[in-house]
């Protein structure tokens, strides 16, 4: 008979963001005259900047003409794509990092779910805690997380605690670790990270010939100079970390899906090139990105597109401030907000994450993300997104600081 991969029913029956849609679903056909504010996933909702659209629209007339239709692009991107991220994202920051080390996707979500593939699976994985629940998940479904225990997480995973006491960064673990995820500014707590610090990680992974698989799909939030954009700003890292780019949250790319991974060639593990695997993984499983959405990535390189991208982010960084300065005026405990779109607030009163989540539902219509979702030291936590209106945002931050005592 068919064997399925047992490593699936390790599984939680669903994913995070999944079960909180549900939720919120169950919720508003109970209750259809509640106003719900939605603060819990981190989707944006401010349109696609004009310059994107309108260069789609030429790319899609393109695409309708006999003389300038397109097939099969190239599986990790057009040329012209990855010459303007290797040029603006890195080149123009003094980075040295070419178009060849760049592999466009549609998501840094499938990327850093992915690329688990080309590491054996007997390596050891390293987390935070609390952390994006792909990082995990994907690596329960690979067989390299071991089993779950109550309390205490994945037998093989390792946990790098981020709490108040350390400022939500993680320290380097006692333990070896070939894979190491880290995530900054972070998903959940917000939170970024200095090159000194960073500087610590790469010496780590270069000392033990680890990689550092590095998810910097919110530097676009990054306002405090001493934080890097990129891990590649920092000395040493083109020979042991992978970075992860998205222009979702940058660009409100979330349902238009557009993404690039970049391995540098300098990265040779037992004489094998990680960039020429990739490449290869990469050729086999897709067959790249649409070229009008490749079109319409480009343009956020464009003048234009630059100046509505920081428009955009601009929003979004008030809304964030709105919700930290708001929760701590009225005694709340809040975190990050400042270089992200995340605020990591305590739930008050001694509340669980799930139990703050089902309240603040049901009093306010305010959905955020259960801090606990996130992994085990997120527990008592709570996120909140700053991709909404100002409006809302503002309405959301009066009525939880309404109905909660800080
Ligand atoms: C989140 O809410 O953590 C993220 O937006 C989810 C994602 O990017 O996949």
Same mark, same amino acid.
């Given at each position: ?77 057009? !040329?012209?794509?990855? +010459?303007?991220? %290797?040029?603006? @994202?890195?080149?123009?920051? #003094?980075?040295?990092? /070419?178009? $060849? !080390?760049?592999?466009? +996707?549609?998501? %840094?979500?499938? @990327?850093?779910?992915?690329? #688990?593939?080309?590491? /054996?699976? $007997? ?284």
């Amino acid at each position: 008979m068919l064997k399925v991969n047992e490593n699936f029913m390790k599984l939680p029956p669903s994913y995070l963001f999944v079960d909180i849609a549900n939720k919120v679903d169950q919720f508003s056909k109970q209750h259809p005259e509640v106003e719900i504010i939605r603060m819990g996933i981190g989707d944006v909702t401010r349109p696609l900047p004009k310059a994107v659209v309108t260069a789609m629209q030429k790319a899609a007339e393109e695409m309708g003409n006999m003389e300038t239709f397109r097939g099969y692009g190239p599986e990790a991107g057009y !040329e012209f794509l990855r +010459s303007a991220i %290797a040029e603006n @994202d890195y080149q123009k920051r #003094g980075v040295a990092i /070419d178009k $060849d !080390e760049i592999f466009v +996707s549609d998501g %840094a979500k499938s @990327d850093t779910g992915s690329i #688990g593939d080309i590491f /054996d699976v $007997d390596n050891v994985v390293a987390v935070c805690d609390p952390v994006y629940p792909v990082y995990v998940d994907t690596n329960v479904m690979a067989g390299r997380a071991g089993e779950y225990r109550e309390g205490a997480g994945w037998s093989k995973i390792v946990y790098m605690p981020c709490s108040r006491e350390n400022g939500f960064l993680p320290r380097i673990p006692n333990e070896r670790a070939d894979i190491i995820y880290l995530c900054f500014p972070n998903n959940p707590s917000g939170v970024g990270i200095g090159r000194k610090e960073l500087q610590k990680w790469v010496d780590y992974a270069l000392r033990n010939q680890s990689i550092l698989l590095y998810d910097a799909a919110y530097e676009a939030f990054i306002t405090d100079e001493d934080m890097p954009h990129s891990i590649f700003e920092i000395e040493g890292a083109e020979k042991c970390a992978i970075e992860f780019r998205s222009f979702s949250k940058t660009a409100g790319f979330t349902g238009t899906r557009c993404a690039f991974t970049v391995i540098p060639k300098e990265l040779i593990f037992n004489g094998v090139s990680l960039n020429k695997l990739w490449g290869r993984r990469q050729s086999t499983k897709m067959n790249g990105v649409s070229y009008v959405v490749q079109r319409g990535a480009e343009a956020v390189y464009s003048e234009e597109g630059k100046r509505e991208v920081r428009e955009n982010i601009e929003y979004y960084l008030n809304n964030a401030k709105i919700i930290k300065e708001g929760l701590q005026k009225a005694g709340f405990e809040a975190y990050g907000g400042v270089n992200s779109p995340y605020v990591w607030m305590k739930a008050p009163n001694g509340l669980s994450s799930w139990e703050f989540f089902d309240l603040l539902l049901e009093k306010t219509g305010v959905v955020g993300t259960p801090g606990s979702g996130f992994g085990i030291s997120g527990e008592g936590f709570f996120r909140l997104t700053a991709f909404n209106t100002r409006e809302n945002t503002e309405k959301a931050i009066e009525r939880i600081t309404q109905s909660f005592q800080a």
